[in-house]
């Protein structure tokens, strides 16, 4: 496995395609709260941030195929999704660090209902300093703020 910093140019439609697959796969297991339907009309969304955050690292598995990802935006990590066949094998961990220690993420935002992710980030040295009763866009899916109080290798 091999992680890859992606540019803004080297975004092509086939990466993005290969990520947002990625993304859905994630989300479909680790999401229950949300519908088949929300997931659908979360999905330009997340193909936005995709195109458009700041640092985007793509971690490839031995066939170059996308198996995890995590965008970053100044010190907040804005996303971090693994596939599912490849979740547990120690990718997001992986990609966690590497945003810890290369590209200075203290702090990110976690859905209150994805128990995984908050279980995930809690064991990495995160701490849940607010709470919001909506998600970004007002969708009745509370977010927890969660700065980095000191970080497990």
Known sequence: MQAQLISRE???PKILAQLIRVWESSVNETHHFL???ETQQIKPDAMAALKFVSTLVVMFD???SPIG???IDKNQLEMLFVASGHRG???GKQLI???IVKYGVTQTTVN???TQALAFYKHLGFQTVKRFPTDDQGRPYPLLEMKL???IQ
């Open 89 to 91: 094998q120690g990718i």
């Open 149 to 151: 109080i000191s970080f």
């Open 35 to 37: 519908s088949a339907e």
């Open 112 to 114: 209150e209902q994805n």
């Open 97 to 99: 660090q590497l945003g």
């Open 10 to 12: 080297n975004r092509t």
């Open 62 to 64: 031995t066939e170059h």
């Open 69 to 71: 990802f995590m965008g």
